[in-house]
């Protein structure tokens, strides 16, 4: 069976400051009128980052060193608010495959999880060395181990914490249920299939 099995997420980090961070910040509510989540990626944190007539305000995602990084280091309670799917969509589209933070939104971590955004977490003292550090070292290459539960970075070490059954759903690559569902059509058709022949009482 063809899994989308996640080991492992490298690369450079975004230090993102800001605590309770939600989906309308992540995504505008106007952009949720797209058909298709195709553009999202154009659309994150727009707010943010552009003033009304497109001009590029300071922010971490406009700046030159983080730009083509693929890890996001977050603050408390990142992505709380409305569950729009638009956020993790937008996120994903971006580029961003990890978020490193102290806490998430629960729907928001679903989401996320649902189309293969690893999220960790580490202590808020954690975070905030993670931060400076990147921030004076934006080409640092981290790696997030979810086999030995660590994250990497030069000749550092720290520990992660993510619950157990996500934690296998990543190594397994039972995160991708459509994956899944397409490597178990035979199974699915029989199953349908088996189901027609049940005589239900009443039936």
């Known amino acids: ?13 975004i230090p993102l400051r800001g605590e309770n961070i939600d989906t ?11 058909i298709t989540f195709e553009n999202m990626g154009n659309y994150l944190f727009y707010d943010a980052r552009f003033e009304a007539d497109g001009e590029p305000k300071a922010h971490p995602l406009n700046e ?3 730009q083509g990084a693929n890890i996001m280091i977050v603050d408390r309670n990142f992505g709380c608010g ?9 996120l994903k589209r971006y580029g961003i ?5 102290e806490s998430f939104a629960e729907i928001f971590a679903g989401n996320c999880k649902a189309i293969g955004i690893v999220l960790v977490k580490v ?14 070292n934006p080409k640092t ?37 459509l994956n899944l569902l397409k490597a178990n059509q035979n199974l699915i058709a029989a199953k349908a ?6 005589t239900f009482f009443g039936g």
């Not at 992540?26 to 949720?32: A, D, K, S, W």
């Not at 495959?97 to 933070?101: H, Q, R, S």
Request: aromatic content about 10%.
């Open 193 to 198: 299939e088996e189901l027609k022949q049940v």
């Open 24 to 34: 309308d910040q992540l995504v505008p509510g106007r952009y949720l009128k797209e």
């Open 82 to 90: 409305s569950s729009r799917e638009h956020a993790p969509q937008a």
């Open 123 to 136: 202590s808020r003292a954690e975070i905030e060395k993670l931060w400076q550090y990147v921030e004076k």
């Open 141 to 177: 290459i981290f790696t997030i181990d979810l086999e030995q539960k660590i994250i990497a970075y030069d000749e550092k070490k720290l520990n992660l914490e993510i619950a157990q059954d996500w934690r296998q759903a990543f190594l397994t690559g039972h995160w991708d249920v």
């Open 64 to 66: 030159p060193n983080y």
């Open 97 to 101: 495959n990890a978020l490193i933070g």
């Open 1 to 13: 069976m063809n899994t989308s099995k996640i080991t492992t997420v490298k690369g450079r980090a």
